[in-house]
């Protein structure tokens, strides 16, 4: 259990990141 979790909170946060940078590309392009 302790080494699932050790490897799905590091996963789940590098997908958040993926998808908040994605967010901030497409909004820079929508603005431009």
Excluded: D, K
């Excluded at 080494?3 to 789940?12: E, K, R, V, W």
Aim: glycine letters at 6%.
């Amino acid at each position: 259990m302790n080494s699932s979790a050790l490897y799905t909170l590091p996963a789940i946060t590098f997908v958040a990141g993926v998808m908040a940078v994605a967010m901030l590309c497409v909004f820079g392009v929508s603005i431009r």
